[in-house]
DNA sequence: GACTAGGTAGGACAATCGTCCTAGGGCCGT
DNA sequence: ACGGCCCTAGGACGATTGTCCTACCTAGTC
């Protein structure tokens, strides 16, 4: 892997870890094991990093949707599998919160003009969910119920990431797949 | 209004929209109008600021969820108010997210010593959440309905703040206060 | 063996950070 | 009029920040 992935590599998760503001070229940098100098050869600035390292969380977010797409026949399973993530990454999420939302509101704060850009990740998923309720029946709703279930990984991470709860996790998640359920019997058999 | 209340009230505003790290001590003295040498009289390190921040916070929280029990005979509706919290405060959310949430994770990621102290306004908020939900009938399941509220305003607070969805903010409130309605029906008259 | 080009190292730069010190201003009781 | 005390102003401090420059090293080509 060359000098220039592992900088990358390196930035993503220390921004994740510490936050993009505070994590410096120098961290980054001896994290890497390269002196700073090197570093300014391969990025001028601090935002061209963050560039990167979106551009490089979109590509490795659609690559692992298009993953669970051929994983998965069942668009409801693999809507499950979106929600289990809260699961999957419980000890980052406790630690760290998601790594798309918190990106995005500390940008955010800091009126960065890279903001619309992280908010791209969102994007990525809510278009991949809303594609899902498509394909489960539902295209009036599909985009209101992947903004949903957006939403819902989002609290279920953020109180995560405050009060270390992993029954509160499992309910939440439970709950959600029960919902998910009978939406769409509600939706695919309309009664009425 | 003395100098050291005034400081609070700009730092907690600050902190909120530029974040803790972010907010250094001269541009807390500069937007409250005094020197640096003045501000250090006050306060010797930034974490007491916080600290002290994090204080105000708890107490004017308290006292708002007391004003709200004093106004609202009703659990229910009190619990309302929470929930339509996202949409009082709609334009704060979309421009700077959850101040509770955002702070608790900025804090998580510094590894700050506050990190818990600031936990404890989730806490406020979720020991009346679950105070609201006993009245209403349902002792058991309480906390883990306020959790669940919680969750919910965090979620929204979240997406509301990457989107800038109006549409979506309103939706999710409606969808939650129907399920408030049939949860406390469950719950108060078992049928079973 | 000379030359070029891509990559690396290390330090200089001004600005800003949190922290701390000292001098002075304004009001108090006497 | 005077001494004492709460409050304020302004600057000094070492460290660190993002940014930039220059010298060097190594590999490949003629």
């Given at each position: ?65 298009t993953t669970w797409s051929d994983e ?72 209101a119920l992947a ?46």
């Amino acid at each position: 892997m060359g000098t220039r992935e592992r900088i990358i590599d390196t930035a993503n998760r220390l921004f994740y870890e510490q936050g993009y503001e505070q994590t410096s070229f120098a961290s980054i940098a001896q994290a890497v094991g390269i002196s700073r100098g090197n570093f300014y050869y391969h990025f001028k600035t601090k935002d061209e990093i963050l560039d990167a390292v979106i551009e490089a969380r979109l590509s490795s977010t659609r690559e692992m949707l298009t993953t669970w797409s051929d994983e998965s026949p069942d668009p409801l399973e693999r809507v499950r599998r979106f929600v289990e993530i809260v699961i999957t990454n419980q000890r980052d999420i406790e630690n760290y919160g998601c790594p798309v939302g918190t990106l995005t509101n500390e940008l955010a704060k800091l009126d960065h003009p890279s903001r619309e850009h992280a908010v791209g990740v969102f994007d990525v998923f809510r278009t991949w969910l809303g594609g899902q309720f498509e394909l489960l029946g539902a295209p009036d709703e599909a985009d209101a119920l992947a903004m949903h279930v957006l939403s819902f990984s989002q609290g279920v991470a953020a109180v995560s990431n405050a009060f270390h709860d992993r029954d509160f996790v499992e309910r939440e998640v439970a709950r959600m797949n029960t919902w998910l359920t009978e939406q769409l019997r509600q939706s695919s058999s309309p009664t009425r």
